[in-house]
């Protein structure tokens, strides 16, 4: 066999879909060729690489959403008249979903338009997503470093000065949206845009949200907060809260030191996004920095929780979760 | 009608958490796994009222799952790339619980975005045999395709994905893939979270060639 042979080669000879004459000339030159057996062995890798390669589970707030619009659709499915009964079952649906799961299945179905045949469907319903449960910061700790940094990243291009002064000019769904997170809080305002556009889905307007419209730098703090478990969506908040606002947000201070490494860390984190806060603090009891960035939605705010170890080659990440965006 | 409803809740307890695995891997983003899974079920339950629990029902249920899922990662395909964060990415990362065995964080981040790369056919065979161990002929069910394409599916998203993961070997945790049958394994035991270096087989990937950060 001349010159070696590539690893598509390699892996269908590992599935055994060679040619019987094919796959002896594989076979015999990785008898004696060091650099296809080392490849070759690298591909009898891979699955195991693949087999550990970890997700989260399930989380609980979504066999509730799901089991919900599954109600809903059985509810519309039993009524005589598609049309009128499906509208009827929406509203029983998003309500079902809004009291299990979250605050804004009601609002949702009051707003959307109610399609015959369509009308009942989980689309209502699952605008009552509540984000990641505390199952999965607690699953988080498991690989909690020594130490660590929280950051939270802001997914668009609101900019804090939006956020806390919780403006809904021009972009309804970020403030109505935000309740959609929230089981226990925060009913939002009706608005007919409650479904954000999918991420991408070419309108401008979501594109534009890269450009960042408020101030230039994100909020940084070194508040000295310990952010917890279980509390990192009021902690973060508050951090984002205006001053002077009911919960006393930490006063900006600059970053004391490694801002060299935590830019870096940044870059890695966010990339061209800018954060909506950057807090260097203690994330249950460790040294932490908490970066809050946008997400997709403007419904939500991802919350990434970094080591001190994070910098422009590693993320020494922590925890990330989703959180409902403040109104 | 009500025990249609009934009975489907229950096939849905019994098969969501499978469900859910496939679908948050194959799509790499937790949220947008919840809104397949979820349309899927929706569409599942419509189309059930014929179901009576036999041992199809899963296959069945799963290739609506899977296809739920390919169709989001085609439209997804048309839609230009997010920069910045891949929180896409990011969603997937929370460690099993109990699952010692699982990679580490980044190592689990890595590779879900090395998967992203594939094209939606290739990643769901992976997704099914490599990721989370079903037959091949299952998959094959699933996906309503010969067991020979499993397999060659397998063969060629594997192929794709080795230089992206490859400089990943080395590090991790207890888990270690086996050596290369020639190699001795010296290294093996005193690697290090983080250390690529233990196995030689080391890509200088790691702070500029990571795919998706």
Known sequence: ?327 | MDGDADAFGLLFTRHKDRLWAVAVRTLGDAEEAADALQDAMISAFRQASGFRGDSAVTTWLHRIVVNACLDRLRRRAARPAVTGLDERVMDVLAPVPGADASASTETSLDVMAALRTLPPDQRAVLVLVDMLGYPVADAAAVLGISTGTVKSRCARGRARLLPKVAHLYGRGTRAQPPDPPRVPSAAQGTQELGNQAATGRVSPAEGGGDPGL
């Open chain 1, 1 to 327: 066999m001349r010159g070696h042979v590539d690893s598509e080669t390699l892996a269908a000879f590992r599935e055994e879909l060679l040619p019987r004459r094919k796959a002896r000339q594989v076979t015999a030159h990785l008898a004696h060729c060091e650099q296809c057996a080392g490849l070759d062995a690298q591909l009898a890798d891979l699955p195991g690489l693949l087999a550990r390669t970890s997700a989260p589970p399930m989380p609980d707030a979504l066999t509730t959403r799901i089991q919900a619009a599954l109600t809903a659709e059985a509810a519309a499915r039993s009524a005589l008249t598609p049309a009128g009964a499906a509208a009827e079952a929406a509203g029983t649906a998003a309500g079902a979903a809004g009291t299990a799961a979250g605050a804004a299945g009601a609002v949702d179905a009051g707003a959307a338009p109610t399609r015959p045949g369509d009308a009942a469907d989980g689309h209502r319903a699952r605008r009552a997503w509540p984000g990641p449960g505390p199952g999965r910061s607690r699953l988080a700790l498991r690989i909690a470093a020594a130490a660590a940094a929280i950051v939270v990243i802001g997914g668009g291009g609101y900019g804090v000065s939006r956020l806390v002064t919780g403006g809904t000019t021009g972009q309804a769904s970020t403030a109505s949206g935000a309740a959609a997170a929230a089981p226990e809080a925060r009913r939002p305002a009706a608005s007919p845009e409650m479904r954000p556009a999918e991420p991408g889905t070419g309108s401008s307007g979501n594109r534009s949200r890269a450009n960042f419209a408020g101030p230039s730098e994100p909020a940084m703090l070194s508040s000295g907060t310990n952010y917890q478990t279980g509390q990192l969506k009021t902690q973060v908040e508050a951090a984002l809260a205006p001053a002077g606002g009911t919960e006393p947000g930490p006063k900006p201070s600059p970053p004391v030191n490694g801002a060299t490494a935590l830019t870096s860390c940044l870059k890695r984190v966010a990339g061209n996004q800018r954060p909506l806060l950057v807090d260097t603090a203690h994330y249950n009891g460790r040294p932490a920095t908490i970066i809050v960035l946008t997400t997709a939605s403007a419904k939500t705010l991802r919350v990434v929780v970094v080591g001190p170890r994070c910098s422009a080659t590693q993320t020494d990440l922590i925890t990330t979760t989703i959180i409902p965006a403040p109104r």
